[in-house]
């Protein structure tokens, strides 16, 4: 922990680093995450929630030029409700705000369910478009092989084959025992 001094003139002494500081230089140890305490030389009294929120102020004064109304209203709501400790008034506060966040959270979800329902419908009817292909493409090529050649044709074809295939063995019947009998002959 770094202790900080507050001199009478107002000054602040870094003791661990021996040298002057300003509020700034205070922002940037915070920002470090350097825990600080800063003390009254005299009185040694603990005034650390002073200077932070003189830091605080420092703060609000550098992003004055994004100054919002939304900071306006907390402020003005911090000095209204100075009743309370600035504690409460900050765990209500992070109370309204994990709330709006959770809204926030649960209509992302919403959101996120829908669209996620519609691309499932989506591939579910494009999967079933593309698992039809193959039986849309035999049902087409058998249409086209009916009207290029009915059914009964190709029947009279396969009779016609067989056939000529009975002819072919008889044929060869024939050849074999022409064969034999020329054989005989010449004998």
Avoid: C, H, W
């Amino acid at each position: 922990m770094i202790l900080i001094k507050r001199y009478t003139n107002r000054k602040l002494y870094d003791t661990e680093n021996s040298k002057y500081v300003t509020i700034s230089d205070i922002i940037k140890l915070i920002q470090n995450n350097k825990e600080i305490k800063v003390i009254e030389n005299n009185t040694q009294e603990d005034i650390t929630n002073v200077i932070m929120a003189q830091v605080l102020l420092k703060i609000e004064q550098k992003e004055n030029s994004r100054k919002t109304d939304a900071s306006k209203k907390g402020i003005k709501a911090l000095i209204q409700n100075s009743g309370d400790s600035l504690s409460n008034y900050i765990n209500k506060t992070k109370y309204t705000i994990k709330n709006e966040v959770d809204k926030i959270i649960k209509k992302g979800e919403t959101e996120l369910n829908d669209l996620a329902k519609q691309f499932q419908q989506f591939y579910d009817s494009s999967t079933t478009v593309v698992e039809n292909i193959p039986k849309r493409i035999d049902e087409k090529v058998k249409e086209s092989i009916n009207t290029l050649f009915p059914v009964q044709r190709i029947k009279e074809f396969d009779n016609l084959v067989k056939k000529v295939d009975n002819l072919e063995k008889k044929v060869k019947i024939l050849e074999e025992r022409l064969l034999e009998f020329d054989k005989d002959e010449q004998k």
